[in-house]
């Protein structure tokens, strides 16, 4: 008898140092795994502001822009995680692209500079301006660690000239190098997404071996499509903080033009917004749509605009009293918000058609 329970103490002495052990363990340890959780929707007037007003308009205060978090997986957190409806797994790879965990906050800043500009001309043109960009360089998507760019480059400065010559296509970039041979030493005039003040880098190219070949190595990957540049009539800042990605862009179109009118294009209804916006106002997919659904309900939405890909997703996981519609451009988000803003008003316009008093002074 006392055998069996000296047995059955160590038993939980050991159970006990293993729990302990886990705990401590799976409190700093990762598994290969990345979790999307439900983040917030925010109304877009709190980081839209045009012209040089002091304070931002509250016009915009009834649309909503949404977003999620996304982080590396703790083991101790891993079967709750998993557990959990409104938490969504992937694996790091599919998460991450190819490019290491530590660029994966600057990868989504740059798909944030590049969203902010899109919405900032879709908007205007909305609201009537011509505006025509021109290319102006190469994007930097990716540096690879310990490479020759390694050292002057980060993920979002933009290439503009090599050795002087403008190089307004990520072709333009690639030929110029290509041109070179290792060890040359390279003047790279770079540039910030959104802020345009060029600086002159000095980049030593290094060696590689390509099917027996020695070519020059840089270390870097750029986007495919050139980087245009708009002269924009009026001043237009977007201040999201650290949020990164490009799912804002729909909510922040929408905001630059509720806050240029001054108009609530809503009706007073509060509707929350999802999508990629492209220059021309097309509207793309996302992710998280699932758990950004979740936000949108705990706000009090009652319509959420998504893109059409992410309509079933989205409809499976709001809450009651919130309705989903697709929209696949502006044009056809601003359709909507005129149905609620007007119902069957058919002098009602597209965009309230309202001065844009002293934007461009």
């Given at each position: ?11 939980l ?5 293993l ?8 409190s700093?340890v ?7 959780t ?11 502001r ?6 931002k ?17 703790l083991?101790?957190d ?9 938490i969504?797994?992937d694996?790091?790879q ?25 919405a ?5 043109r909305?609201l009537?301006?011509?505006l025509?960009?021109?290319?102006v ?20 400065e ?11 296509t ?19 005039t ?21 099917h ?9 990957a750029?986007?495919?499509?050139p ?6 009539p ?88 919130v309705?989903v ?26 965009v ?10």
């Open positions: 008898m006392r055998r069996r329970r000296h047995l059955l103490r160590a038993a002495v050991t159970l006990l140092a729990i302990v052990l886990y705990v401590v363990v799976g700093f990762t598994v290969p795994e990345y979790a999307i439900p983040g917030a929707a925010l109304p877009v007037s709190r980081v839209v045009i012209g040089k007003a002091r304070t308009s509250s016009a915009a205060s009834t649309i909503d822009y949404t977003y999620v978090y996304v982080g590396r997986v083991l101790i891993y079967l709750p995680d998993l557990l959990r409806s409104n969504e797994l694996p790091a599919e998460i991450l692209g190819g490019i290491p965990s530590s660029e994966l906050a600057a990868e989504g800043a740059l798909e944030m500079d590049q969203s902010q500009q899109a900032k001309v879709a908007a205007l909305a009537g301006y011509h025509t960009g021109h290319e360089g190469a994007a930097v998507a990716e540096v690879l660690p310990g490479s020759p760019a390694g050292r002057v480059l980060s993920i979002a933009v290439i503009t000239a090599v050795d002087g010559r403008a190089t307004p990520p072709s333009a970039v690639v030929k110029a190098i290509e041109r070179e041979r290792p060890g040359a030493l390279l003047k790279l770079v540039e910030t997404l959104g802020v345009w003040r060029p600086h002159v880098v000095d980049l030593r190219l290094g060696e590689r071996t390509v027996g070949r020695r070519e020059a190595y840089v270390g870097i750029v986007l495919d499509q980087v245009e540049r708009y002269a924009l009026v001043p237009v800042a977007i201040a999201v903080g650290d949020l990164g990605g490009p799912s804002a862009g729909l909510a922040m179109t929408l905001g630059i033009i509720a806050t240029a009118t001054g108009q609530d294009l809503t009706g007073g209804i509060q509707v929350a917004a999802t999508g990629t916006i492209s220059p021309d106002g097309k509207v793309g997919p996302v992710g998280g749509v699932a758990e950004k659904a979740v936000a949108v309900t705990r706000a009090g939405a009652k319509v959420f605009l998504v893109p059409p890909e992410e309509y079933g997703r989205a409809r499976a996981h709001v809450g009651h009293g309705r519609v697709a929209v696949d451009s502006l044009d056809q988000a601003l359709t909507v918000l005129r149905k609620l803003r007007c119902g069957s008003d058919p002098s009602c316009p597209l309230p058609a309202e001065r844009i008093a002293g934007l461009e002074s």
